[in-house]
């Protein structure tokens, strides 16, 4: 069964951080490209970051840039989304993805930046 199971969202105030984590099963996580996607409310859901498998090479949306950093453990099959300086316009559920021969997503966690 391959799975991708999230964890670490939660509430935080602006300016804070969050580490959202994602566990991969049932696959050769290492050869799969890691993203971090997010939907707002009443909103198209976004590519937030990316990262290869075999590289580590890195893309990131321009809204996040300087303030998230996307990693991955293969030795952990684990993909990882550092948010910093979190403002409330990052709000959403943030999805995380395995692209390769075939692609998986994770069930979303939620992410509230509230004062």
């Known amino acids: 069964q391959v799975k991708l199971v999230e964890s670490g969202g939660g509430v935080v105030q602006p300016g804070g951080s969050l580490r959202l984590s994602c566990a991969a099963s049932?696959?050769?996580?290492?050869?799969?490209?890691g993203l971090w996607y997010r939907q707002a409310p009443g909103k198209e859901r976004e590519l937030v970051a990316s990262i290869t498998g075999p590289t580590g090479s890195t893309n990131y949306a321009d809204s996040v840039k300087g303030r998230f950093s996307i990693s991955r453990d293969n030795a952990r099959t684990t993909l990882y989304l550092q948010m910093n300086s979190l403002k409330p316009e990052d709000t959403a559920v943030y999805y995380c993805?395995?692209?390769?021969?075939?692609?998986?997503w994770g069930q979303g966690t939620q992410v509230t930046v509230s004062s």
């Open positions: 049932g696959f050769t996580f290492r050869g799969y490209v």
């Open positions: 993805k395995a692209d390769g021969a075939t692609n998986y």
